[in-house]
């Protein structure tokens, strides 16, 4: 099956600075990933997405970039600000059994200091 | 629109006694999905439902795990009887469609405790 390792498990950084969260995978024939955000004592939410024929998606001060050779991908905030704070999952899908179940990563905690 | 709703938020009970969880999809989903973290690792997949039935069980842990959806509505999610490893956050998403992009909307979670 998957394995999807994430790295850090932990970030602070100053707000401004760029943060870059780091996904591997194992499955060749997963082809889409998401990132989820869950701040403090609320629901993961999916902030952004790429399919695996695309190697760089953007969305404000976010992006996404995938390495489908390397099986790694990579999200990528800009310009920091406390309201980022949260607990970061990557995930990796691929068809099981007539599903399209993800298999995620451990988190990551950034903590963007004012 | 609500979104995907929990209950309950918190429980806490003793190894060996039996806890209920619900989760209420967002209306018209016919896909609702159980996955449970425990603390620092990753989400787990538990199992997929479709309308009533169930897609995908393969990450249900054991047989103390029930899980059923009657009427393709609202699930449940039963532990009897409960152990300490059980512990963790029990989350449920549902989609309306099961493709491979298609969006998971996560619920709160319920915190399980088990002591």
């Known amino acids: 099956g998957e394995n999807v390792e994430q790295h850090p498990s932990t970030l602070s950084v100053q707000e401004g600075d760029s943060a870059v969260i780091k996904c591997t995978y194992s499955d060749s024939a997963s082809n889409y990933f998401p990132w989820y955000k869950q701040e403090l004592g609320k629901r993961p939410q999916l902030i952004i997405d790429?399919?695996?024929?695309?190697g760089e998606k953007k969305d404000q001060r976010i992006a996404v970039t995938l390495n489908k050779t390397a099986k790694h991908f990579s999200l990528h905030i800009t310009e920091t600000q406390p309201e980022d704070s949260a607990v970061y999952f990557c995930?990796?899908?691929?068809?099981?059994?007539?599903?399209?179940?993800?298999?995620f990563g451990r988190g990551t905690s950034l903590i963007v200091h004012p | 629109e609500a979104g995907v709703t929990q209950f309950p938020s918190h429980s806490v009970i003793e190894k060996g006694q039996t806890v209920t969880l619900r989760c209420d999809p967002i209306s018209g989903h016919d896909n609702l999905y159980w996955y449970r973290r425990v603390m620092g690792k990753e989400i787990k997949f538990l199992l997929h439902f479709v309308k009533e039935s169930k897609q995908d069980e393969s990450g249900m842990p054991n047989n103390r795990f029930l899980a059923e959806r009657t009427g393709g509505t609202y699930s449940t999610l039963k532990v009897q009887p409960a152990e300490l490893e059980d512990s963790g956050v029990y989350f449920c998403?549902?989609?309306?469609?099961?493709?491979?992009?298609?969006?998971?909307?996560f619920g709160p979670g319920t915190r399980l405790t088990v002591l």
């Open positions: 998403a549902s989609s309306q469609f099961a493709t491979r992009t298609d969006t998971q909307y």
């Open positions: 995930a990796a899908r691929a068809a099981s059994g007539g599903s399209y179940i993800p298999t």
């Open positions: 790429i399919r695996s024929n695309v």
